[in-house]
């Protein structure tokens, strides 16, 4: 069960600026986001993890670790087929493994060096990383940017059958919180910058030093 706390109280302690993977999380877990249309929706909290018919492992799944950005993305659970909010705890060793793996969806010369190298990283890595604006409750772009990563493959069979904890339908929360959306009486899941203790995949991601 995800604890909510004061957005106001979140806003005053959060990095206002800089890369960083806001998520709620405790020692062994963390908490990343997804949305879909309500039939993927109830087999994923029916049968505890990702499936059925409609759900394909043959395209990319996209989670993100934030949720602001996970409400700016599907409009808070109103965009067609994003209709539910899944919060999914999966293992900490298992989201670990996905930041080592991930590759830029964009050229970054800094990183890759040879536009070629950043290439063949591409194709040989199932998980895709990307950083985007991270935003406010009513949508707007904050100085601060939001992790989300896109799983393909083995990787994201392991993520759906070996690392997937629990789902909980987050959606009738949703609601009742974008209703409070410009008061104080907003609340949202209690998030903490999560620390990426590896360095070398610190430095590799641009995570902010506060996060090594």
């Given at each position: 069960?995800?604890?909510?706390?004061?957005?106001?109280?979140?806003?005053?302690?959060?990095?206002?600026?800089?890369?960083h993977v806001m998520?709620?999380?405790?020692?062994?877990?963390?908490?990343?986001?997804?949305?879909?249309?309500?039939?993927?929706?109830?087999?994923?909290?029916?049968?505890?993890?990702?499936?059925?018919?409609?759900?394909?492992?043959?395209?990319?799944?996209?989670?993100?670790?934030?949720?602001?950005?996970?409400?700016f993305r599907s409009?808070?659970?109103?965009?067609?087929?994003?209709?539910?909010?899944?919060?999914?705890?999966?293992?900490?060793?298992?989201?670990?493994?996905?930041?080592?793996?991930?590759?830029?969806?964009?050229?970054?010369?800094?990183?890759?060096?040879?536009?070629?190298?950043?290439?063949?990283?591409?194709?040989?890595?199932?998980?895709?990383?990307?950083?985007?604006?991270?935003?406010?409750?009513?949508?707007?772009?904050?100085?601060?940017?939001?992790?989300?990563?896109?799983?393909?493959?083995?990787?994201?069979?392991?993520?759906?059958?070996?690392?997937?904890?629990?789902?909980?339908?987050?959606?009738?929360?949703?609601?009742?919180?974008?209703?409070?959306?410009?008061?104080?009486?907003?609340?949202?899941?209690?998030?903490?910058?999560?620390?990426?203790?590896?360095?070398?995949?610190?430095?590799?991601?641009?995570?902010?030093?506060?996060?090594?």
């Amino acid at each position: 069960m995800l604890e909510l706390v004061p957005y106001a109280e979140q806003r005053a302690r959060w990095p206002a600026s800089g890369r960083h993977v806001m998520a709620a999380y405790d020692e062994t877990s963390i908490v990343v986001y997804q949305a879909y249309k309500p039939s993927i929706a109830r087999h994923a909290v029916k049968h505890a993890r990702l499936g059925g018919a409609e759900f394909s492992r043959e395209r990319m799944s996209w989670i993100k670790p934030g949720f602001l950005w996970m409400m700016f993305r599907s409009g808070w659970a109103s965009k067609v087929n994003q209709e539910r909010v899944l919060a999914v705890r999966i293992a900490r060793a298992g989201f670990d493994a996905l930041l080592a793996a991930a590759v830029h969806s964009s050229y970054v010369e800094a990183v890759y060096g040879a536009h070629a190298e950043w290439k063949q990283a591409l194709s040989g890595s199932d998980v895709r990383l990307q950083w985007d604006p991270d935003h406010d409750p009513h949508g707007n772009k904050l100085e601060r940017r939001a992790i989300q990563l896109g799983l393909r493959g083995e990787t994201l069979a392991r993520y759906v059958d070996e690392w997937t904890l629990g789902i909980e339908d987050i959606t009738e929360r949703v609601h009742a919180e974008r209703a409070r959306v410009g008061s104080d009486a907003l609340c949202t899941p209690r998030e903490r910058v999560y620390p990426v203790s590896d360095a070398a995949v610190a430095a590799r991601l641009g995570v902010a030093p506060s996060e090594r």
